[in-house]
C-alpha cells in the first residue's frame, strides 16, 4: 500500500514536472513571438504612410514632379504634348471623382473654377486670374488644396499619405470657348 503511494506520488510529481516544463517552454516562446512582433512594428516595416508616391497622368499629360503639405496644399508641375497651347483656368484635388461625371472631383472645387471663381480652393492667391498658359512640350506649375470625401481641405500630418486624382479645366488656343474638363492624373503623395 505504502508502495502505491509512493508510485502515485512519483507520478504525480512526474505530471506536475511535465506541466511546468510545458508552461515555461510556451510561455517562453510567447515571451520570445511577442518581442519580434514588437521590434517589427516599431521598426515601422507595416506602417501603412511607406507608401511610394506616383503620378499616373492622361494621356498627352506628364507629371513631372509634385507634392502636398500638411495644410492639404498640392503643387504639381505638369507638363502637355497635347499639340497646341492650353490656358488652364482652373484646378481641382480631391479623394474622390464624381459617381455621375469622372473628369469631375465629388468634393472642393466641384466645378474646377479659378481663383476668382473659387478663391477657396487656392493657397492664398497662387493662381492667377488670367490661367496658367503651358505650351506643347511645355509644363506649368499649378497649385490647389486637396479634398476630403467630406468636402473639406485634407490637411494631415507630415508622413501620411493622400491618394486622389487632380483634375484641370483649360481652353485650347484658338478656341477661346472650347474648355475642357479632364482628370489628368491619379496620384498618392506624401505630406511633407
Partial sequence: MLLGKMANSARSDEKAQMS???LISYGVAFIIIAAAVYIIMSSGIFNPTIVPS???PSPSFVCDSYGINSTGAMIIKLSQATGGTINVTGVACAVNSNATDENLPET???????????????????FTSNGVLIYSDGYGVLNAYCYDTN????????????????????????????HTLIKVASVTMKYT
Fill in 20 to 22: 511546468l516544463d510545458f
Fill in 151 to 178: 468636402g473639406g481641405i485634407d490637411a494631415q500630418p507630415l508622413g501620411n499619405s493622400f491618394t486622389g486624382y487632380i483634375f484641370i479645366n483649360y481652353t485650347t488656343t484658338g478656341l477661346p470657348s472650347q
Fill in 108 to 126: 472642393g472645387n466641384i466645378n474646377i473654377l479659378g481663383y476668382s471663381g473659387d478663391p477657396g480652393s487656392y493657397p492664398s492667391n497662387t
Fill in 54 to 56: 506616383n503620378c499616373v
